[in-house]
């Protein structure tokens, strides 16, 4: 039978309090994507604006949205997809805590976005690719302080007709 000593007791309470907060970090960061996503479907520019830093850097198909900062993204986002179906999908997550404050990841992806298919419309498609993030603690709360996407591969999907239910096609 062990018998521990009081500091063996507090030097094994500190690390599993360590370990608690690794994982409970890396939940949270796991929320805060699902978020992302969610609130890109749902047309939630508002919320989806208040997921990054306010100093965020936002690269998409090497494109640096970061001027005007995350709430300019969204709406950017916003004016693109408007009312169009999109579906977006992060898994896979490899996530990596730097300190209590910093974090760094990466998502693999799939999203679908189709547009009413009028004059000069965005085409459709359905894209593969993963997310470069790094996240930052902010008066608590985990945010995306950087986001690169890369699609590796975008299948051309018909455009759908505004008149019509986007869904059934009727």
């Not at 990841?105 to 470069?132: C, E, I, K, S």
């Amino acid at each position: 039978m062990s018998v521990y000593t009081d500091q063996q007791i507090a030097v094994k309470i500190v690390e599993l309090e360590a370990k608690y907060q690794r994982l409970e970090d890396l939940e949270l960061i796991k929320q805060l994507k699902a978020r992302y996503f969610r609130f890109v479907d749902e047309k939630k520019w508002t919320e989806f604006g208040n997921l990054f830093t306010s100093d965020a850097t936002i690269i998409s198909q090497g494109v640096d949205y970061s001027k005007g900062g995350a709430a300019a993204y969204g709406k950017m986002i916003g004016d693109l997809v408007d009312k169009a179906p999109t579906v977006h999908h992060g898994y896979m997550p490899e996530i990596e805590i730097i300190d209590k404050d910093n974090a760094t990841g990466v998502w693999a992806m799939d999203d679908l976005l189709t547009f009413p298919d009028v004059n000069d419309a965005y085409p459709g498609h359905h894209g593969y690719g993963q997310y470069r993030e790094s996240y930052k603690k902010v008066n608590g709360t985990w945010k995306i302080s950087s986001t690169d996407l890369t699609r590796f591969r975008m299948d051309p999907l018909k455009n759908w007709d505004p008149n019509t239910d986007p869904i059934t096609g009727r």
